[in-house]
């Protein structure tokens, strides 16, 4: 059985987002299992929380955004892929401004962070989808 992960610790970074050009602090926190990703914007009163699912995605132009009412956020496709390689299930990503901060341009300081921290196992299965049909879509003619 695989088991569920998390980070064994909190980390933070400073930058800048590519596309607003606003500079945003990011802080990666673990979760309980079964929480998966969730982005939450600090910044906002209350703070807003975007899980990361196909039901948040609203824009894949230019960079993959997600959105839980007027939040967004911006920018999280090479966090996300650090995450996804690094077998991390679980974690909070608290960010102050409207998108994830660029860095090198690619998802190997995310993968630093969290090496950094290290990532623990949680005593809970890892769930998977199984796709039991084909599934098609399409738009237009």
Do not use: W
Request: charge should be negative.
């Amino acid at each position: 059985m695989l088991e569920q992960r998390t980070l064994k610790a909190v980390v933070t970074t400073t930058g800048v987002g590519l596309h607003s050009g606003i500079k945003v602090t990011l802080t990666l926190r673990p979760a309980a299992a079964d929480t998966g990703i969730v982005f939450r914007r600090v910044d906002l009163d209350p703070i807003v929380e975007l899980p990361a699912n196909p039901y948040s995605v609203v824009d894949t132009r230019l960079c993959s955004g997600l959105q839980n009412g007027a939040a967004k956020v911006g920018t999280v496709e090479h966090l996300m892929s650090a995450l996804s390689g690094l077998g991390v299930d679980n974690a909070y990503v608290d960010i102050d401004g409207p998108e994830i901060p660029i860095l090198d341009g690619s998802a190997a300081p995310f993968v630093f962070l969290i090496q950094s921290v290290g990532v623990e196992t949680q005593n809970v299965p890892r769930r998977y989808l199984k796709v039991l049909h084909p599934v098609e879509i399409r738009e237009g003619d």
